[in-house]
Each structure stands twice: as structure tokens, then as C-alpha cells.
């Protein structure tokens, strides 16, 4: 059996498209209970002083579960408006404390 998995990410905007790039992942954090992944944490700033605009923290059952949601078709469908708004994304491990 795989090990949990908690992973935070850090999302950048591309100029202009904050609130789109929040509605954009509205939509795709909507899909992640279908894979049996918790979103623990989603944190929305104003995106200044070069600050990412979300910071999301992930709770995920196995690395299978995250291939899953990667390869959703739904989340794969979205990929013209992901190149228009995320300017810059960072996933890393963390632990909750």
C-alpha cells in the first residue's frame, strides 16, 4: 500500500486574471474528492509584492490517487484556461503539525 501524501501548492497569477485563476480552481478543486483527496487548506491573497495569489495544503490517500486526478479528462479539459491565468505553480511535500 502507498503512503499518504500532504502536499501544499503555491499558485501565481498571470497579471490581471486573479479572480480568474480563483474560479479556475474552483472547478478543479471540485474534482478532488472524486480521487479521495482531502483539500485541507485554501488560503486566497491578493497576489502583491510578487506573493502567490493561493496557497492550497492537500491531504492524499496514495501517489495513485494523485496520477488519477492529474489524468482526470474534466482537469485536462481546463488546460487552455490553466496556460491563461497560472503564471507559476510550486508543489511541495509538508507536514502538518
Do not use: K, N
Request: glycine share 6%; proline share 6%; hydrophobic share 45%.
Amino acid at each position: 500500500m502507498s503512503e499518504e501524501l500532504t502536499l501544499c501548492c503555491l499558485l501565481w497569477a498571470h497579471p490581471g486574471t486573479e479572480s480568474d485563476l480563483v474560479a479556475y480552481e474552483d472547478r478543479v478543486l471540485a474534482l478532488l474528492p472524486e480521487h479521495g483527496i482531502e483539500l485541507v487548506v485554501r488560503a486566497i491573497g491578493d497576489g502583491g509584492d510578487a506573493r502567490p495569489i493561493e496557497t492550497q495544503v492537500y491531504r492524499i490517500p496514495d501517489q495513485a490517487a494523485l496520477d488519477a486526478h492529474m489524468a482526470d479528462p474534466r482537469r485536462a479539459a481546463l488546460a487552455d484556461e490553466r496556460e491563461r491565468v497560472i503564471a507559476r505553480t510550486e508543489l511541495f511535500p509538508v507536514v502538518l503539525r
